[in-house]
């Protein structure tokens, strides 16, 4: 019994917390992020929504985008203004189950109209062929163009790989490089390594475009930008031919790694 009403006052506590962490929850120290991590954490253990069965995903990875993107906002800029309005700001574990559902609403939404669309390895050098099956140098002939040898760009490809975190590494692999042949696509990848949120980090890094996607929205991932600030080519349709023999160089370059 103790033990019972000893856990009802650290909930109790923790709720009571909730309001204040929240509307800092931009700018909080280490152990106010753990206290909040675990307020949430706990306020959606025994929480099933019909929203979740509709989304067909699995739960800890929801749970884990929505403490990434809603509730410690990690995808956001820092504003002048680290705070938010207190009447905003959930107050019960009822209200961050509501909030919870809502963020499923807005992910049922986006999947209606959207899907994730892979860069897959195959089609990539498939195209590649094709376009430069007549040059006794396919590869140089094209990255001449854009005063690059293939050396040079392979060794770019190779910094940019270790510049990633393991994760993102991880993710590379699963799209284009040594783990790309795994079943289960960039899903097992990310269950065997445990790799959190990865939908939103497989976007960010670039492996991953949703539908409808154009050529600055690539341009605005971590790939993107290295193919466009560190080689110098621009990510537009005009380009696509060299903009896929990188990403086939960056593909063997993942491979190698293996």
Same mark, same amino acid.
């Given at each position: 019994?103790?033990?019972?009403?000893?856990?009802?006052?650290? #909930?109790?506590?923790?709720?009571?917390?909730?309001?204040?962490?929240?509307?800092? @929850?931009?700018?909080?120290?280490?152990?106010?992020?753990? $206290?909040?991590?675990?307020?949430?954490?706990?306020?959606?253990?025994?929480?099933?929504?019909?929203?979740?069965?509709?989304?067909?995903?699995?739960?800890?990875?929801?749970?884990?985008?929505?403490?990434?993107?809603?509730?410690?906002?990690?995808?956001?800029?820092?504003?002048?203004?680290?705070?938010?309005?207190?009447?905003?700001?959930?107050?019960?574990?009822?209200?961050?189950?509501?909030?919870?559902?809502?963020?499923?609403?807005?992910?049922?939404?986006?999947?209606?109209?959207?899907?994730?669309?892979?860069?897959?390895?195959? #089609?990539?050098?498939?195209?590649?062929?094709?376009?430069?099956?007549?040059?006794? #140098?396919?590869?140089?002939?094209?990255?001449?163009?854009?005063?690059?040898?293939?050396?040079?760009?392979?060794? $770019?490809?190779?910094?940019?790989?270790?510049?990633?975190?393991?994760?993102?590494?991880?993710?590379?692999?699963?799209?284009?490089?040594?783990?790309?042949?795994?079943?289960?696509?960039?899903?097992?990848?990310?269950?065997?390594?445990?790799?959190?949120?990865?939908?939103?980090?497989?976007?960010?890094?670039?492996?991953?475009?949703?539908?409808?996607?154009?050529?600055?929205?690539?341009?605005?991932?971590?790939?993107? @930008?290295?193919?466009? !600030?560190?080689?110098?080519?621009?990510?537009?349709?005009?380009?696509?031919?060299?903009?896929?023999?990188?990403?086939?160089?960056?593909?063997?370059?993942? !491979?190698?790694?293996?």
């Amino acid at each position: 019994m103790a033990d019972i009403q000893s856990a009802a006052i650290a #909930d109790h506590a923790g709720e009571s917390a909730l309001p204040d962490l929240w509307q800092r @929850r931009t700018c909080l120290s280490h152990d106010e992020m753990a $206290s909040i991590y675990t307020i949430v954490r706990r306020a959606l253990t025994g929480y099933h929504p019909s929203e979740l069965q509709a989304l067909g995903e699995d739960k800890e990875e929801l749970i884990s985008q929505f403490l990434y993107l809603k509730v410690f906002r990690l995808d956001t800029a820092p504003t002048a203004s680290p705070t938010f309005p207190l009447h905003s700001a959930p107050s019960t574990s009822h209200a961050v189950c509501a909030y919870f559902r809502r963020y499923l609403i807005d992910c049922l939404r986006s999947a209606s109209h959207q899907r994730n669309v892979s860069l897959d390895e195959g #089609d990539v050098m498939l195209e590649i062929d094709r376009q430069t099956a007549f040059h006794p #140098d396919p590869i140089g002939s094209v990255l001449l163009q854009y005063g690059l040898h293939e050396a040079e760009v392979r060794d $770019s490809a190779s910094h940019f790989i270790a510049s990633l975190d393991d994760a993102d590494r991880m993710l590379l692999a699963g799209s284009l490089g040594w783990l790309s042949n795994e079943k289960g696509g960039l899903s097992q990848v990310a269950a065997r390594y445990g790799i959190a949120s990865y939908h939103y980090r497989a976007r960010k890094l670039g492996v991953t475009l949703k539908k409808g996607s154009i050529p600055a929205d690539f341009a605005r991932t971590q790939i993107g @930008r290295w193919i466009e !600030h560190n080689l110098g080519i621009d990510i537009s349709p005009g380009n696509r031919i060299v903009i896929l023999l990188v990403l086939g160089i960056l593909s063997a370059q993942s !491979h190698a790694q293996e």
